[in-house]
C-alpha cells in the first residue's frame, strides 16, 4: 500500500483479556518498529525488527508485551493479560533501512482501551 | 534512560505570528529530527537534521542541529491555523527515535 497501516484503529477490551494488533508496513522496508503513545505524552519506543535479524525488545514494559514479524512483513504486538495503564495509542513505523538516515514512516495507530 | 526536554509544553498565539520551540538533552544524538502530529494521526517527518550546527529549511519551517549536538530548535515562521498541531522533536540513537514530550501549538485565526 502506499503508507503504513494498522488495525483495528480503536479497540476497548476488558482488564486480563488478551488482545493483538496487527501493522502493515510500507511495500519494501525491511525496519518495522513499535511505539506506545499514552495521552498527553511522546512516544516511547517498544520493539523493532530489522530483516532477518534478532528483533531489539529493550523498550518492552513487560513480558505481558510481545511481537513478532511473519516473512518479513506484517507484524503483530500482543499485549496478554491487559491492564488499564496500557491504554494508549499504539504507533507502528517502518524504514527502508535501520541505523541510517532513512524517515521513520508512522501507520496512524491503535488506540486501545482497556476498561 | 535517554530523555529529551522539549519547551514549551504548549503555545497559543495569533495567525502571523512567528513561532520557536527547542529539544535539549543530556545526550548526545547524530540525528535530530522534527514531527508534526495531527489528531488521530500518527507522526509525519517535518524536517531531518544529520549533522552538527545544520541550519535547514523546509518552507516556514526552519530548523536547527545544535552544535553540541545535544539540543535542536524549530521556528515556524507566519504561522497558519493549519498549523495546529503537537509538534515532536526526536533524537535518533541506533535505530531507535527518542521523543520529547511535545508542543501543542493552537493558532487563532
Known amino acids: 500500500g502506499a503508507g503504513v497501516s494498522q488495525s483495528p484503529s480503536n479497540k476497548v477490551t476488558e482488564k486480563g483479556k488478551d488482545v493483538e494488533l496487527r501493522c502493515d508496513p510500507i511495500?519494501?522496508?525491511?525496519?518495522l518498529y513499535w511505539y506506545r503513545q499514552s495521552l498527553g505524552q511522546g512516544l516511547e519506543f517498544l520493539i523493532y525488527f530489522q530483516g532477518n535479524s534478532a528483533p531489539d525488545k529493550s523498550g518492552l514494559p513487560s513480558d505481558r508485551f510481545s511481537a513478532e514479524r511473519t516473512g518479513g512483513s506484517v507484524s503483530t504486538l500482543t499485549i496478554q493479560r491487559t491492564q488499564q495503564e496500557d491504554s494508549a495509542v499504539y504507533l507502528c513505523a517502518s524504514s527502508s533501512t535501520r541505523d541510517s538516515q532513512e524517515t521513520q514512516y508512522f501507520g496512524p495507530g491503535t488506540r486501545l482501551l482497556v476498561l | 534512560g535517554q530523555q529529551l526536554n522539549q519547551s514549551p509544553q504548549s503555545m497559543f498565539i495569533q495567525e502571523g505570528e512567528d513561532v520557536s520551540m527547542n529539544c535539549t538533552s543530556s545526550s548526545i544524538f547524530n540525528t535530530w529530527l522534527w514531527y508534526k502530529q495531527d489528531p488521530g494521526e500518527g507522526p509525519v517527518l517535518l524536517i531531518a537534521?544529520?549533522?552538527?550546527?545544520e541550519l535547514t529549511s523546509n518552507g516556514r519551517l526552519t530548523a536547527q542541529f545544535g552544535i553540541t549536538r545535544k539540543d535542536s530548535f524549530l521556528n515556524i515562521s507566519a504561522s497558519i491555523p493549519s498549523d495546529v498541531g503537537i509538534y515532536f522533536c526526536?533524537?535518533?540513537?541506533?535505530?531507535?527515535?527518542?521523543f520529547g514530550q511535545g508542543t501543542t501549538l493552537q493558532v487563532k485565526p
Open positions: 511495500s519494501g522496508h525491511t525496519a
Open positions: 526526536a533524537g535518533l540513537n541506533t535505530g531507535k527515535l527518542i
Open positions: 537534521l544529520y549533522k552538527a550546527g
